[in-house]
């Protein structure tokens, strides 16, 4: 978390990371922790910058509201919130700053909007197209810019392994940067009988 929240301050100070909108990618295990880093930068980036548009999305919104918008909210305080639409699944802080949660099906329903941030969960889950439409929703004037992604590994083959490591025909995109978390990294936070299990697992699985 300490590295990911790192490359955050880096792009906040106008370090050039890439050539482009900076991305990064942390991928791991269940459990892992990357989930509750990624949206740090948000919530951090989200204080700072009074007016900042931060989208979180994920393919299928009940996977997303089970899972990231929960988290999202077991973090950030209430007393942030100046208003909250649960029905258009956007909330307004009181300093301006604003957060949607979408499904990525497409994302034509954003009417056009400029995000500072976007965050991706799963991002395995999408087709390859996605990825270079959400760069192309980053374009918020005035805020710092980043496409967040953080997920289980995909299949060797799967573009997003090809964005990340290249093959024999295509070289990486020198865009990101990748993390890989293990569940290692948040092993003291776990439930006991749930390190057990993962004990316990077949290696494959582990």
Not at 17 to 43: E, N
Not at 63 to 69: E, G, I, K, N, P
Not at 118 to 147: C, N, T, W
């Amino acid at each position: 978390q300490l590295k990911i929240l790192e490359w955050a301050d880096r792009v906040r100070a106008g370090e050039k990371v890439s050539d482009g909108i900076p991305v990064l990618y942390a991928q791991g295990g269940w459990r892992s922790g990357k989930t509750t880093a990624i949206l740090a930068i948000a919530h951090e980036c989200m204080e700072a910058y009074p007016g900042l548009k931060v989208l979180i999305a994920r393919k299928d919104f009940n996977d997303l509201r089970v899972s990231t918008v929960e988290s999202w909210r077991n973090m950030r305080h209430p007393s942030l919130v100046a208003h909250e639409d649960k029905q258009e699944h956007w909330e307004e802080w009181v300093n301006g700053s604003k957060v949607f949660f979408r499904e990525m099906k497409d994302l034509e329903g954003l009417a056009g909007q400029e995000f500072g941030i976007i965050i991706v969960s799963e991002p395995y889950e999408l087709e390859e197209d996605m990825y270079f439409r959400a760069k192309g929703r980053i374009s918020q004037k005035g805020m710092p810019h980043m496409l967040l992604l953080e997920g289980n590994p995909p299949n060797e083959g799967h573009w997003l392994h090809k964005i990340v490591c290249g093959d024999s025909k295509n070289k990486p995109d020198p865009d990101v940067t990748f993390f890989e978390v293990s569940t290692d990294e948040n092993w003291t936070n776990l439930p006991e009988e749930y390190r057990k299990s993962i004990e316990s697992a077949p290696l494959s699985w582990q």
